[in-house]
């Protein structure tokens, strides 16, 4: 089993609907940032295998369209969320941590940047995230638990 946030390509799962032009300036500023074995890569959540999930360093949602798939996934696995302030994931975030809000997409990028710099700082919201994993799936709309083909 991997190491949560240790060594390699710094991945970065990705949820929502089409996303905005914004979204490829993130993409393209990440990818700038990293390098060699620890570039970072974003990973369409729904192509992720569980090796995936285990060294994701974030699962970014980047619209307020309600993917409780992906969000529960994400907390059964320990991955912190970014989501947008206001989305249903962010309202967990009050209550047990291990979601970041942001209202711009710049200060998305700054969140995505600080899970992938600093380890630590992902390990703490890992260990919050999965806490919410209990309540989401209590609030969590019956679509949330069709079966998937994910791995663990």
Same mark, same amino acid.
């Given at each position: 089993m991997a190491v949560p946030g240790g060594g390699g390509p710094g991945i970065i799962l990705c949820a929502g609907q089409e996303p905005a032009a914004a979204v490829f300036e #993130? =993409?393209?500023?990440?990818?700038?940032?990293?390098?060699?074995a620890a570039r970072s890569r974003l990973l369409w959540h729904e192509w992720a295998e569980g090796r995936d999930w285990d060294n994701a360093r974030a699962l970014w949602l980047w619209d307020h369209s309600p993917n409780h798939v992906a969000a529960m996934s994400a907390a059964?696995?320990?991955?912190?969320? #970014? =989501?947008?302030?206001g989305s249903w994931v962010h309202g967990l975030a009050g209550h047990y941590g291990g979601v970041v809000g942001y209202q711009t997409y710049l200060e998305a990028m700054a969140a995505l940047r600080g899970m992938l710099a600093f380890p630590r700082l992902r390990d703490e919201l890992a260990a919050r995230v999965r806490a919410c994993s209990a309540a989401g799936a209590a609030l969590a709309p019956r679509s949330a638990f069709e079966l998937s083909a994910e791995t663990k």
């Open positions: #993130v =993409a393209a500023h990440l990818h700038r940032q990293s390098s060699g059964r696995h320990g991955v912190p969320i #970014v =989501a947008p302030v």
